[in-house]
């Protein structure tokens, strides 16, 4: 069976300073690994995703994510901090033998001080 | 990607009462899912919603308590019967289309049960 961990429930950092928001993962199959943003009173956005290929993937609002298929980990990045990306992370895996169903993980939250 | 509209946005409603939460695609997806997610936690996916026929319910959920239509691929309905304060969550709507490998969101129902 599928699984996501984020180990942290909760990050903390400065503005201007770089983030990391981790996530493990266990899939029988390769993965197929996402990241989304939950901003208060709305939805989930997608933020960025692995399927193949380059193992550092980039997307919206400057973020990067590193696959690292040894340590089965999926980290969000991001060079400088704004206090805008301040809200709640999910990372989320997929299966992909045919898979459809994407299992998410607790979410971090991360507050960005000014 | 698509655009989910889903409504309402939030409802306050009366214990042993039940509220049906539609969702709306601005174009034809292959799937559509629902999840719940409760306060301060992570997605839990409820039911797959099958085009034409019987959604595809997770373990711990039942259609007579989460009744789900889909009559076509754009639109789709999730209904909570019977609620009880523990049904007190946000309702989300993703769909994703097949050849897609990431999904999306509606902005939620924000349901309170008091």
């Known amino acids: 069976a599928q699984s996501v961990a984020q180990p942290e429930d909760q990050v903390n950092v400065a503005e201007g300073n770089p983030l990391t928001v981790k996530c493990t993962y266990s899939?029988?199959?390769?993965?197929?690994l996402f990241w989304y943003v939950q901003y208060p009173n709305r939805g989930l956005q997608f933020l960025l995703k692995?399927?193949?290929?380059?193992?550092l993937v980039k997307g919206s609002y400057g973020f990067e994510a590193e696959f690292n298929k040894s340590q089965t980990s999926f980290h969000l990045k991001k060079p400088s901090a704004l206090v805008s990306d301040s809200a709640l992370y999910f990372c989320?895996?997929?299966?992909?033998?045919?898979?459809?169903?994407?299992?998410f993980g607790a979410g971090t939250r991360l507050f960005v001080k000014a | 990607s698509a655009v989910i509209s889903q409504k309402p946005s939030r409802d306050i409603c009366q214990r042993g009462t039940s509220l049906t939460i539609q969702c709306q695609v601005d174009?034809?997806?292959?799937?559509m899912f629902w999840y719940r997610q409760q306060p301060g936690q992570s997605l839990t996916l409820i039911a797959t919603?099958?085009?034409?026929?019987?959604?595809?319910?997770e373990s711990g959920f039942v259609i007579d308590k989460f009744p789900i239509s889909r009559p076509n691929l754009t639109f789709s309905t999730l209904t909570v019967s019977n609620m009880s304060p523990e049904d007190s969550s946000i309702y989300l709507c993703?769909?994703?289309?097949?050849?897609?490998?990431?999904?999306?969101f509606g902005q939620g129902t924000r349901l309170t049960v008091v």
């Open positions: 989320a895996v997929r299966e992909d033998t045919g898979g459809f169903k994407t299992i």
């Open positions: 899939v029988s199959g390769n993965p197929y």
């Open positions: 692995y399927i193949t290929g380059d193992n």
């Open positions: 174009s034809q997806v292959t799937m």
């Open positions: 919603a099958n085009q034409g026929s019987e959604a595809t319910y």
């Open positions: 993703s769909g994703r289309d097949r050849g897609e490998t990431e999904a999306f």
